[in-house]
T-cell receptor
Framework: GAGVSQSPSNKVTEKGKDVELRCDPISGHTALYWYRQSLGQGLEFLIYFQGNSAPDKSGLPSDRFSAERTGGSVSTLTIQRTQQEDSAVYLC?????????????????FGPGTRLTVT | GEDVEQSLFLSVREGDSSVINCTYTDSSSTYLYWYKQEPGAGLQLLTYIFSNMDMKQDQRLTVLLNKKDKHLSLRIADTQTGDSAIYFCAERGFSGGYNKLIFGAGTRLAVHP
């Protein structure tokens, strides 16, 4: 597609259930990021994938959160045993490779997000 | 540590200028960004400025950077109702061998007639 897509757009789940959120980055973008946006908060960095390198998981809030990226393209963010505080909009972004000079080459293109509500 | 702060809300009258302010802490930041988020949508890059610049103008948008005070501002001239959105300031850090953006909490701009 032309942009970053995410699915589902909305997800309502019961506390304690597992959820999977999907991100399809822009074709050719080797870098993929997951962020969380809670109400009234900024963007909280969760995890970063770059090519075949080991992902940077430093932003994951707990071991209930995990993510994978298959074939260097589609990524899935999994939240196990969801809690009410997990309710937020989860945003995915992709960009060209790291380490390239110039801000424009580093521009992150964002998907529309998945709104997760844990009841 | 890295931190970006913004005021949370700004209300302006249509046709007036809007000024959204941001402060950051990482003095090594090379690029600073302004993103716009319209309701129900993801973030879209509006403009950016390199740290060796003081000002950048792009049509109705003017970015001012005071590197000494680590202060960034976005001025929108002739603000229109379509400018109503959340505006995020971000600084570019470098950690673990890659570039990372640190975002502020966002400033909600409300434009009223």
């Amino acid at each position: 597609g032309a942009g970053v897509s995410q699915s589902p757009s909305n997800k309502v789940t019961e506390k304690g259930k597992d959820v999977e959120l999907r991100c399809d980055p822009i074709s050719g973008h080797t870098a993929l990021y997951w962020y969380r946006q809670s109400l009234g908060q900024g963007l909280e960095f969760l995890i970063y994938f770059q090519g075949n390198s080991a992902p940077d998981k430093s932003g994951l809030p707990s071991d209930r959160f995990s993510a994978e990226r298959t074939g260097g393209s589609v990524s899935t963010l999994t939240i196990q045993r969801t809690q009410q505080e997990d309710s937020a909009v989860y945003l995915c972004a992709s960009s060209l490779a790291r380490g390239i000079r110039g801000a424009s080459s580093y521009e992150q293109y964002f998907g529309p997000g998945t709104r997760l509500t844990v009841t | 540590g890295e931190d970006v702060e913004q005021s949370l809300f700004l209300s302006v009258r249509e046709g007036d200028s809007s000024v959204i302010n941001c402060t950051y802490t990482d003095s090594s930041s090379t690029y600073l960004y302004w993103y716009k988020q319209e309701p129900g949508a993801g973030l879209q890059l509006l403009t950016y400025i390199f740290s060796n610049m003081d000002m950048k103008q792009d049509q109705r948008l003017t970015v001012l950077l005071n590197k000494k005070d680590k202060h960034l501002s976005l001025r929108i001239a002739d603000t229109q109702t379509g400018d109503s959105a959340i505006y995020f300031c971000a600084e570019r850090g470098f950690s673990g061998g890659y570039n990372k953006l640190i975002f502020g909490a966002g400033t909600r701009l409300a434009v009223h007639p």
